[in-house]
C-alpha cells in the first residue's frame, strides 16, 4: 500500500469510531428524557477505542498532578499537627531528678568483684583472715566455668599493700588457687610451644611478679600448684623455675638487710639508713631525744667514728664547715633524709698541701710505662699517708645525721651536741646549705618539659 491508502484507511476508522459515540449519545439522551431524569445527572458510556481513551487521558493529565500536590500538603500539615502535640506532652512530663545509668559488661564484673571484698570487711578489720574468706566467697559463688577469675586476681592483687599481706607466700598460693585445675592444660608439646590461654598465663604471670617485686620466694608447693594447672612446659612454669634458682642466691647477698616488712619505728628507720650510709666498721651511732619535749617523739640520730673525731681536730678554725643536705636514702619503700656535715672541696684536708694527691696521681700515670731495671738507681720517693674512707674527692666527712622533722633547727641542736666530743668544732664557722630536695625535683622536671 501507498502511503497515501494508509493514511485514507486510518482517516475511515476514526470517522467510524465518532460516528458510534454520536449515535450512543442519542440513544441514552432518548432514555433520559423517557423516564423524567434530569439531563444533567445521566454518565455517558463511551465506547472504549483506542483514540477516544487517549483524548480523555490527554485532558484529564493536568488535573490528576493538583489532586496529588494538594494531597501531600494535607498530609504535611497533619505530620506537623501530631509532632506538635507529641512536643507538648512531653514537655509536660516532669524530668527525673537522678541519672540513668546504662550498666555494661566490665562495670558489672567490678561491682560484684567489690562487692565480695566489702561483705568480707564487714565482718571484721583488714586482716589476712579476711582476705582469705573474701576468696572463698569468691571460690563459692564462681560457678562452674568459673569466670571472672582473671579480674578478681588482679583486684586481690591491688589489696595486698591495703591488708599489708604483700609479703606472706601463702596469701599467694590462696589467691593463685582461683585459676581451675586442669582446665588451661596444652594438649601436646607443638601445643605448649604455641601457648595456649594467653591471657590466664598472664595473668598467672602477674601473681609471680608481684612476688619477685617483694623478695617472696615460691616453694615447691607452688610449683606443683602451676603444674596442674598450666604443665611443665607453659611459660609460668619458666617463670617459677627462674625465681627458684636466682632468688635464694641474691637474698643474702646485702650486707646491709633490711628486714620484710621494714620497721614502722623512724628511729629504728634512722639508724639503719646510716649504718647504710657510713663505711666505717668503728662509726658510733647515738639516738637523742629532744630534751625539751620528749612526748613528741623528735629525735637526731647521729654517725660519727672516732676518725672523723680526730680529723675535725685538725681542721684549721679559719676554715668552715659546710652541712649539706637534703640527700635521700631509700630503705625498700622507705625514704630517710640524710644530712652531712663535710668540708667544701678536695685540697682542704688537715695538715697536706692542696694539690698533692692529685700531683701524685697524675706523675703514676706518666711513670706507667717506664719500667726499672736492676741496674738502674731508685728515685727517692716521699713516704705519703693513705687517706682514710672519710677523704673523698668533694671533700671531707665529718659526721651525719638523720632528724625526726628535717629541719634546720633540728641540724641546729645536732651540731650543738656534736660539740661534746668534739670541742674544737666551738671555734669552727658552720655554713648550712640545706634545700628541699623535693623543690629542686619539680624545678628539673620543668626545665625538662620547657626544653
Not at 640527700?327 to 697536706?352: A, C, I, M, N, W
Request: hydrophobic share 35%; with cysteine; charged share 30%.
Amino acid at each position: 500500500m501507498t502511503p497515501r491508502q494508509t493514511l485514507l484507511c486510518l482517516w475511515n476508522v476514526l470517522l467510524r469510531d465518532a460516528r458510534h459515540v454520536l449515535v450512543s449519545d442519542r440513544i441514552l439522551v432518548q432514555q433520559a428524557s423517557n423516564k423524567s431524569i434530569p439531563q444533567c445527572s445521566f454518565v455517558r458510556t463511551y465506547h472504549q477505542t483506542a483514540p477516544v481513551m487517549f483524548y480523555r487521558r490527554f485532558l484529564d493529565r493536568g488535573k490528576g498532578k493538583v489532586k496529588k500536590k494538594k494531597k501531600e500538603e494535607e498530609d504535611q500539615e497533619i505530620d506537623a499537627k501530631i509532632v506538635e502535640e507529641k512536643l507538648t506532652q512531653l514537655e509536660k512530663v516532669k524530668k527525673p531528678g537522678y541519672k540513668i545509668r546504662i550498666p555494661t559488661y566490665e562495670s558489672t564484673t567490678d561491682r560484684y568483684i567489690n562487692r565480695i571484698f566489702k561483705k568480707a570487711e564487714e565482718q571484721g578489720e583488714k586482716t589476712e583472715e579476711t582476705f582469705n574468706t573474701a576468696i572463698k566467697i569468691y571460690k563459692l559463688n564462681a560457678g562452674l566455668y568459673v569466670r571472672g577469675h582473671i579480674e578478681f586476681g588482679d583486684l586481690a592483687l591491688s589489696k595486698l599493700e591495703e591488708y599489708e599481706l604483700q609479703y606472706n607466700l601463702e596469701v599467694y598460693k590462696m589467691i593463685f588457687s582461683i585459676f581451675p585445675e586442669g582446665k588451661y592444660l596444652p594438649k601436646s608439646k607443638v601445643d605448649a610451644e604455641f601457648i595456649p590461654f594467653p591471657r590466664q598465663q598472664d595473668a598467672a604471670l602477674r601473681v609471680l611478679t608481684k612476688m619477685f617485686d617483694n623478695g617472696v620466694i615460691p616453694d615447691e608447693e607452688f610449683g606443683r600448684m602451676i603444674i596442674s594447672r598450666f604443665s611443665q612446659r607453659s611459660k609460668v612454669f619458666t617463670r617459677f623455675q627462674r625465681m627458684l634458682y636466682w632468688m635464694p642466691k641474691f637474698k643474702h647477698m646485702n650486707p646491709w638487710p633490711v628486714p620484710r616488712p621494714p620497721p614502722k619505728d623512724p628511729t629504728q628507720l634512722a639508724v639503719m639508713a646510716l649504718k647504710r650510709m657510713s663505711f666505717d666498721l668503728e662509726t658510733k651511732i647515738t639516738v637523742v631525744n629532744d630534751p625539751r619535749d620528749s612526748c613528741s617523739g623528735k629525735f637526731i640520730a647521729s654517725a660519727q667514728s672516732p676518725k672523723q673525731i680526730e680529723l675535725l681536730s685538725k681542721h684549721p678554725p679559719s676554715k668552715p664547715i659546710i652541712v649539706e643536705g637534703e640527700h635521700y636514702v631509700y630503705l625498700r619503700k622507705v625514704s630517710q633524709k640524710v644530712f652531712v656535715l663535710k668540708t667544701d672541696r678536695e685540697g682542704e684536708l688537715p695538715g697536706e698541701e692542696p694539690d698533692h694527691y692529685k700531683a701524685m696521681e697524675e706523675e703514676e700515670d706518666e711513670e706507667l710505662f717506664d719500667f726499672v731495671t736492676p741496674l738502674e738507681e731508685e728515685e727517692q720517693t716521699a713516704i705519703v699517708p693513705k687517706k682514710s674512707v672519710h677523704e673523698q674527692e668533694d671533700g671531707t666527712v665529718y659526721g651525719m645525721c638523720i632528724t625526726s622533722d628535717s629541719s634546720k633547727e633540728s641540724v641546729q641542736d645536732w651540731i650543738q651536741f656534736l660539740q661534746t666530743n668534739n670541742p674544737a668544732l666551738e671555734h669552727i664557722p658552720v655554713l648550712f646549705r640545706i634545700r628541699d630536695a623535693d623543690f629542686l625535683l619539680n624545678e628539673t622536671l620543668k626545665h625538662e618539659e620547657e626544653e
